[in-house]
């Protein structure tokens, strides 16, 4: 890692390990002196790599990590975003239909990160997020994707309107997801090219971006909690997308 290049930490075993396994560029891997159970598997694959290990104690963790931390820590070289253009050439390239998150002002790293996690499990192709006002990649974001952020493709535009426009001009369908707006995902035919389009924590959709929207959806709400958290919403609806993909194969 050059000196010019700004560093980042990641905390907990899956990022440390899956940035490993991902080739990022690792400075140094940190342990804690106590065992964790999964210790012996990353030391193999750090010297695998060449990667330098320190053992250091607790107190080196508990004044830099929340709670979680497990005694591992690394400081790696900071994240990647990738280009609009290349994160749209992907599924050409894989030769797979279009499919795509964007991320409305999402301001919460741990929302950020469980949506990373559902992306990449269910075959996103990439995230596209604004640079202002939201959450980018760091250490609790990487925390909550466990690792799932060193393999899903992660965008940052000045503006997700614009990335809407460069997506519509190309034939991905938008889909904005807002509470009590739009129908159930499983009433529309979400299996060609598309964008899933999902806002901020308490606000929701900016008017600006819903109104560049093709179609809306919402999930019901039969419960008395007449929302569910952001990142959890998301999971259903990368999902429901998947499913209805698989089920046209």
Not at 127 to 138: D, E, F, L
Not at 158 to 177: C, T
Request: glycine letters at 8%.
């Amino acid at each position: 890692m050059t000196n010019h290049q700004k560093s980042i930490w990641l905390y907990g075993f899956n990022p440390v390990m899956e940035a490993i396994k991902a080739g990022r560029q690792i400075k140094t891997i940190y342990l804690y002196s106590g065992r964790h159970k999964k210790i012996e598997e990353l030391k193999q694959e750090a010297e695998t790599r060449n990667i330098p290990l320190k053992i250091v104690d607790r107190p080196f963790f508990d004044k830099r990590f929340p709670k979680g931390h497990q005694g591992i820590a690394a400081e790696v070289r900071g994240q990647r975003y990738v280009p609009l253009e290349e994160l749209l050439s992907i599924p050409e390239r894989k030769n797979e239909t279009p499919f795509f998150v964007i991320l409305d002002l999402i301001e919460d790293p741990r929302n950020l990160g469980a949506i990373l996690r559902s992306a990449e499990a269910a075959g996103v192709h990439g995230v596209i997020i604004q640079k202002r006002r939201s959450a980018g990649v760091g250490p609790e974001a990487a925390k909550a994707s466990a690792g799932a952020s060193e393999h899903i493709p992660v965008c940052t535009v000045s503006n997700i309107k614009h990335a809407i426009s460069r997506m519509k001009a190309m034939g991905i369908e938008v889909a904005g997801a807002e509470a009590e707006v739009g129908l159930p995902p499983w009433e529309l035919d979400l299996s060609g090219p598309v964008a899933l389009v999902i806002g901020s924590e308490g606000k929701g959709l900016r008017k600006t971006v819903r109104d560049r929207c093709d179609i809306m959806l919402s999930l019901p709400m039969l419960g008395r909690v007449n929302s569910l958290n952001t990142s959890v919403s998301a999971g259903i609806l990368i999902y429901e997308i998947l499913r209805q993909r698989l089920r046209n194969r």
